[in-house]
């Protein structure tokens, strides 16, 4: 796998993933509850760890449970610590579009360009921040 920032810690709370899909991301719009964080606004692929899982098999299980994609460990190239979360970055052919099944947590899905979520004023800041340092590191 790519870049590590030291150890992944074990009692992590999450993990997000970067899912390419040829050139563009998967963006996933967050519901309007008002007791969840960033209500609305443009998520990743990803979520909370559920019991003793790694942040390997939590962010598996996310991105099965919100687009319906099976990734196996190698299917991912990059991971970064971020306070308590893991992200990950993973690379599938375009044709890989047809495959997503929407979860039932959110309002939907879309694909990006990775460099206009980093600007969009609706993306999760501290995720739009590691979408740029997974762009600088794998294409800087």
């Known amino acids: 796998m790519g870049q590590t920032k030291g150890r992944i810690m074990q009692d992590f ?23 969840i ?6 998520d990743l692929p990803g979520g909370g760890r559920d019991g003793e899982e790694s942040a390997v098999e939590c962010v598996l299980r996310e991105t099965v449970e919100e687009v319906g ?13 971020f306070e308590r979360g893991v ?3 993973a690379h599938l052919p ?16 879309l694909l990006v360009d990775p460099a206009d979520y980093v600007r969009d004023r609706e993306a999760i800041p501290h995720f739009a921040a590691m979408v740029q340092r997974y762009l600088d ?4």
């Open 37 to 42: 964080p960033w209500p609305g606004r443009l």
């Open 94 to 109: 375009t044709d890989a579009q047809a495959q997503i099944v929407f979860g039932s947590e959110g309002q939907g899905w």
């Open 87 to 89: 992200f990950f970055a």
């Open 13 to 35: 709370g999450g993990a997000k993933l970067i899912l390419f899909i040829g050139d563009r991301i998967v963006v996933l719009r967050r519901d309007e509850k008002p007791d």
């Open 137 to 140: 590191h794998a294409f800087g």
């Open 69 to 81: 994609l099976s990734l196996t460990p190698s299917d991912l190239v990059w991971q970064h610590q």
